[in-house]
């Protein structure tokens, strides 16, 4: 089945800076891509997911990268704020078939004001 | 905006006892999905369910465990006989059903189970 590793487990930045999280999946079949946020205590929200048929997907300090031939995506975060600090999840999904998400082991960011 | 909703918020229970988790899916999905998240770990997939049957199951899904959709809007997650290993945040998804491609699930907000 699927496997999804995601680095790092923990990343702290200076408000403003830039956060990379990057994440490696197994499954050549897998299509779909979704991040999401957890806050504490609260349930996973969709930030942005992307498809296996575009490289590059931006909704305003947010970006997804995927590269099918290595087998990897990114999250980034431009301009990050205080409110950004939380735990952030890849998954992979095959899509057609098979929809259930695998997960990565999370990351938790923490934003210094 | 339409959310998942599920209830209760926090079930404690007695192991060996039986527990029944319910679900709200946004009313226009035909999708749903059961997830669990054992405390500081990640989200681990345990069914999905379409039009009246499971569609897909992971292995932590054994005969303890069985979904339903007792009528037009719920949606539930049984667990027959509890384990300490059951503790763990449950939550719950939807998703639109579209031909060949997959689409955003919205998870609920989590019903915490603690098994004592």
């Known amino acids: 089945g699927e496997n999804v590793e995601q680095h790092p487990s923990t990343l702290s930045v200076q408000e403003g800076d830039s956060a990379v999280i990057k994440c490696t999946y197994s499954d050549s079949a897998s299509n779909y891509f979704p991040w999401y946020k957890q806050e504490l205590g609260k349930r996973p929200q969709l930030i942005i997911d992307?498809?296996?048929?575009?490289g590059e997907k931006k909704d305003q300090r947010i970006a997804v990268t995927l590269n099918k031939t290595a087998k990897h995506f990114s999250l980034h975060i431009t301009e990050t704020q205080p409110e950004d600090s939380a735990v952030y999840f890849c998954a992979a999904s095959s899509g057609t078939g098979r929809r259930a998400l695998t997960f990565g082991s999370g990351t938790r960011l923490q934003v210094q004001p | 905006e339409p959310e998942v909703t599920q209830t209760p918020s926090h079930q404690v229970t007695q192991m060996g006892q039986e527990v029944i988790l319910r679900c709200v899916p946004i009313s226009n999905h035909l999708y749903f999905y059961w997830y669990r998240q054992i405390l500081g770990q990640k989200v681990e997939f345990l069914v999905s369910f379409y039009n009246n049957e499971i569609s897909e199951k992971s292995e932590i899904f054994d005969d303890q465990f069985s979904v339903e959709r007792p009528d037009g809007s719920n949606f539930t997650l049984k667990i027959r006989s509890t384990k300490l290993e059951d503790s763990a945040m449950y939550f719950c998804?939807?998703?639109?059903?579209?031909?060949?491609?997959?689409?955003?699930?919205?998870f609920g907000p989590g019903t915490r189970l603690t098994v004592t």
């Open positions: 992307i498809r296996s048929n575009v």
């Open positions: 998804a939807s998703s639109e059903v579209r031909l060949v491609v997959a689409y955003e699930q919205y």
